[in-house]
């Protein structure tokens, strides 16, 4: 150790332990007293690492009964809500929830209904769930609903988000599901996602498909 090095270290104030240790020092008289002292301190090492420790098991503990009652909540999977009246309840229960409002016959609700589900098994701490509008006129009025699909994210029982129609989705029925976990993740319901790459469909005559028409109208 160099001069400067030693200096440094007479400069750092003594840890009460160790204080506390090298003052029964002085009345030691041989080197197995010593031996005893340095135990002393090995064994409180191991005392505040054994807390650590299990500090950290405690919050696993804690965590693993959060995702058991997430678990138990059907988060995780992408189900479908029969009152609305429940989905009241759940969207203001629920921490992150995506809920997404659909007609049976129509096929971009279908296309909507695909990417949910996979988005709701990597998306754990988000509870998905949709639900036909004739069973839900309430809400259809409440918030306005107007345009099908229509996917609205709820964070602490308040609505942050919609996704209307295919219009934020490249405005193609062929949109990945990376690009509307990514929408998604705009407004804080889910993790964000690795940007996907940039897609886009062409005609045979080189120009970008874009389909505006396939939006449906609910009344």
Request: hydrophobic share 35%; proline share 2%; net charge negative.
């Amino acid at each position: 150790m160099s001069q400067q090095d030693e200096e440094k270290l007479r400069e750092e104030p003594v840890d009460e332990r160790v204080q506390e240790t090298l003052d029964q020092a002085t009345d030691l008289r041989d080197e197995d007293d010593e031996e005893k002292l340095f135990e002393e301190l090995e064994n409180d090492d191991d005392f505040v690492i054994a807390n650590l420790r299990e500090r950290r098991m405690e919050q696993l503990k804690q965590e693993m009964t959060k995702l058991q009652e997430m678990r138990q909540n059907e988060h995780g999977s992408y189900t479908e809500i029969t009152d609305e009246k429940e989905i009241l309840k759940i969207t203001t229960t629920t921490k992150q929830c995506v809920v997404h409002f659909f007609h049976k016959e129509f096929r971009r609700c279908q296309i909507m209904d695909k990417h949910l589900t996979t988005i709701a098994t990597r998306q754990f701490k988000t509870r998905f769930v949709k639900i036909n509008v004739e069973n839900a006129p309430f809400l259809v009025e409440k918030l306005s609903i107007q345009v099908l699909p229509c996917v609205i994210s709820f964070i602490d029982g308040v609505s942050v988000d919609r996704i209307i129609g295919f219009d934020d989705l490249g405005n193609t029925d062929s949109f990945t599901t990376a690009v509307l976990e990514l929408r998604l993740s705009q407004s804080g319901v889910i993790t964000k996602q690795e940007a996907p790459e940039k897609q886009e469909r062409k005609t045979i005559f080189g120009f970008a498909d874009v389909n505006n028409d396939d939006d449906d109208e609910w009344d």
